[in-house]
């Protein structure tokens, strides 16, 4: 199999790494307009003459560049496998994909944890979720100044709202496609960007669960976690710590850890899953979904 990364960035950097270890990948060629050693690479998707010649493409660019680059792709290859970084926009688009077969990167959903957290709520009746991510984004990158990234810049498709979907994503794989209610989505800090820095939105899902959710920017004590009520039970998955925590309502607990999870674990099933044809990851259209939720969100707060 031949693969094509589009973006060299650290997340391009980390599926050529990932990609290189798979035994269904033979070669790996990159659009970037950085120096890259030792590799294939080509300035731009326009000077490859052959597109064809490609199974696998990922694109790995910023957030803005996503639609153009898909679209160029859907115009010009037939049959092939896409994986679009999340979020697929920066705004919701009309893109109709009928040529190809294409994923989003929500790779927690990959997370054995939050997989064994979808299991033991299989049968149950879920009443609400509190959903919180927050840590500090000039700690998010240590090779660049903050104000330099993308995640800095609202016209490249930065924002927390952007950055940190995939925590929309993974609640409408648990729970159900969610209705925002309510929102603030606000640049609240000191920090130097133009972008949103907060979100706090709280909705409900077609399963009649209510969602509270709150993402940033700005938080100096990293966190992500989930924590869920049912009729019977209550979870509490850490994923920094890589912990799940049951307890039902007798005080009645179970626990469960990985302690040690390698990040790449995760990419490493995902395209595992796309490449062999598994039902588990990200479709275009539930990426779309969550385009929907940020769409929501972003009516709500910038008219």
Same mark, same amino acid.
């Given at each position: 199999?031949?693969?094509?990364?589009?973006?060299?960035?650290?997340?391009?950097?980390?599926?050529?790494?990932?990609?290189?270890?798979?035994?269904?990948?033979?070669?790996?060629?990159?659009?970037?307009?950085?120096?890259?050693?030792?590799?294939?690479?080509?300035?731009?998707?326009?000077?490859?003459?052959?597109?064809?010649?490609?199974?696998?493409?990922?694109?790995?660019?910023?957030?803005?560049?996503?639609?153009?680059?898909? %679209?160029?792709?859907?115009?010009?290859?037939?049959?092939?496998?896409?994986?679009?970084?999340?979020?697929?926009?920066?705004?919701?688009?009309?893109?109709?994909?009928?040529?190809?077969?294409?994923?989003?990167?929500?790779?927690?959903?990959?997370?054995?944890?939050?997989?064994?957290?979808?299991?033991?709520?299989?049968?149950?009746?879920?009443?609400?979720?509190?959903?919180?991510?927050?840590?500090?984004?000039? %700690?998010?990158?240590?090779?660049?100044?903050?104000?330099?990234?993308?995640?800095?810049?609202?016209?490249?498709?930065?924002?927390?709202?952007?950055?940190?979907?995939?925590?929309?994503?993974?609640?409408?794989?648990?729970?159900?496609?969610?209705?925002?209610?309510?929102?603030?989505?606000?640049?609240i800090s000191d920090l130097e960007i133009d972008s949103d820095d907060l979100v706090v939105a709280?909705?409900?899902?077609?399963?009649?669960?209510?969602?509270?959710?709150?993402?940033?920017?700005?938080?100096?004590?990293?966190?992500?976690?989930?924590?869920?009520?049912?009729?019977?039970?209550?979870?509490?998955?850490?994923?920094?710590?890589?912990?799940?925590?049951?307890?039902?309502?007798?005080?009645?607990?179970?626990?469960?850890?990985?302690?040690?999870?390698?990040?790449?674990?995760?990419?490493?099933?995902?395209?595992?899953?796309?490449?062999?044809?598994?039902?588990?990851?990200?479709?275009?259209?539930?990426?779309?979904?969550?385009?929907?939720?940020?769409?929501?969100?972003?009516?709500?707060?910038?008219?």
């Amino acid at each position: 199999m031949k693969v094509l990364i589009i973006g060299y960035g650290s997340i391009g950097r980390r599926h050529h790494e990932v990609l290189l270890k798979s035994q269904m990948v033979k070669e790996i060629h990159l659009v970037t307009k950085q120096t890259a050693e030792e590799q294939i690479s080509f300035k731009a998707l326009e000077d490859i003459s052959d597109l064809n010649v490609y199974d696998y493409f990922v694109i790995a660019s910023e957030t803005h560049k996503h639609f153009a680059q898909l %679209h160029y792709l859907e115009e010009r290859v037939v049959g092939k496998v896409i994986l679009c970084e999340k979020p697929l926009f920066e705004t919701k688009k009309a893109l109709h994909v009928k040529n190809n077969k294409v994923f989003a990167g929500y790779v927690l959903r990959f997370h054995p944890l939050l997989q064994k957290l979808k299991a033991c709520l299989k049968e149950a009746t879920i009443l609400s979720a509190n959903v919180t991510c927050g840590s500090y984004l000039p %700690h998010w990158r240590t090779n660049i100044d903050y104000r330099d990234s993308y995640s800095a810049k609202k016209d490249q498709g930065g924002g927390v709202l952007l950055d940190l979907s995939h925590e929309i994503d993974y609640i409408q794989w648990l729970f159900g496609k969610i209705q925002i209610l309510n929102s603030i989505q606000m640049k609240i800090s000191d920090l130097e960007i133009d972008s949103d820095d907060l979100v706090v939105a709280i909705g409900k899902t077609n399963k009649d669960t209510v969602i509270n959710f709150s993402i940033d920017y700005i938080s100096k004590i990293a966190h992500r976690k989930v924590f869920v009520t049912t009729n019977d039970k209550s979870f509490e998955l850490d994923f920094i710590n890589n912990s799940l925590l049951q307890r039902d309502k007798f005080g009645v607990e179970e626990k469960y850890a990985i302690p040690g999870l390698e990040r790449n674990y995760m990419f490493e099933c995902m395209h595992d899953s796309i490449l062999s044809k598994g039902c588990l990851a990200c479709t275009f259209d539930e990426g779309m979904e969550v385009m929907d939720v940020i769409e929501s969100i972003q009516k709500d707060n910038n008219g």
